[in-house]
């Protein structure tokens, strides 16, 4: 833990290892299982994961700086206890909050009384070092970082940092989850990071990930009938179409597993650093068989 609170800049002293961030998540719901439902926000879209794990009932929309404050005081008013939200680098839109609307979320979870979520999904590759929910109201905030989402799917490890008067809560719903997470993959981690390597390896993974998002950009720009916010983030692109989608065989998720809203029927997730340089280049190609006559 503390080269990963070195690494993060984050106190180690309200810091739990966890499995991933899905752990993080589930235990969060165990701390908080009374009603959860009824009283934790979301985004709009969000994280399918974490729709079905709190059964979610309660979204604010984004625009492009976060969540709009007057209609976020007016939710967190009406009992909501909890807000869960990806400032940095959002899944799956791609935006990441602006330095003041963060501070204004901030203050009004303060001001109500409301507990953070935040889940660091992707922040690594965000373009700049804006103070986090964690370092703004440390006491509000529940910091989730997963390692696998910048690292390997199978390294299942991940952190959080809790506020002090709910750590001996989140550690005995640790306990009761599991004995403890993986010691290998915490001995790896620790000397990757140590050796530099993992600095090296994002640094790496940023550079083919604004290459791939360039020639993704260059082949979707064309398409009259799609709309994709350039200023996007991370691994993938949040596409809008003016039209339905009724293709088969889509290499994309659809705007439905990240909403219940019906405006986001024509969206889609597309992600482009699962694949190799060579299946990038083919998934390209297909990408231009399907959607070619769309910009016509």
């Not at 729709?51 to 209609?71: C, N, T, V, W, Y």
């Not at 990441?96 to 609307?101: G, K, P, W």
């Not at 700049?128 to 970082?145: G, L, M, N, S």
Request: hydrophobic share 45%.
């Amino acid at each position: 833990m503390e080269v990963l609170g070195r690494f993060y800049r984050l106190p180690t002293r309200r810091m739990l290892v966890v499995s991933g961030a899905q752990q993080g998540l589930d235990l969060a719901a165990k701390v908080f299982a009374a009603r959860i439902p009824d009283n934790i926000l979301f985004e709009d879209p969000t994280y399918p994961g974490a729709i079905s794990l709190f059964k979610a009932r309660h979204f604010i929309p984004l625009d492009h700086a976060g969540p709009r404050i007057g209609e976020l005081q007016a939710r967190l008013a009406d009992g909501i206890r909890l807000f869960y939200t990806m400032p940095a680098v959002h899944n799956p839109t791609g935006i990441s909050y602006t330095a003041a609307r963060q501070e204004a979320v901030a203050r009004l979870a303060e001001a109500h009384g409301v507990f953070i979520i935040e889940d660091s999904y992707l922040s690594e590759f965000a373009d700049d070092t804006r103070p986090r929910f964690v370092d703004i109201a440390p006491e509000q905030t529940i910091y989730i970082k997963s390692l696998s989402q910048t690292t390997v799917a199978g390294l299942r490890l991940g952190f959080m940092v809790v506020p002090s008067r709910l750590y001996d809560r989140f550690i005995h719903a640790k306990y009761t989850s599991d004995i403890g997470s993986n010691g290998l993959m915490q001995k790896f981690f620790d000397a990757f990071v140590r050796g530099g390597d993992y600095q090296r390896f994002l640094d790496a993974t940023a550079a083919r990930m604004q290459r791939r998002k360039n020639r993704l950009m260059d082949l979707l720009a064309p398409i009259g009938a799609l709309t994709v916010a350039p200023d996007q983030q991370g691994g993938s692109l949040w596409v809008k179409s003016r039209t339905g989608l009724n293709l088969p065989h889509v290499p994309w998720a659809p705007g439905r597993q990240f909403s219940f809203n019906p405006a986001m029927e024509n969206c889609f997730r597309i992600s482009f650093m699962s694949l190799d340089d060579a299946d990038f280049t083919r998934a390209l190609d297909y990408l231009v068989d399907i959607l070619g006559p769309m910009g016509r």
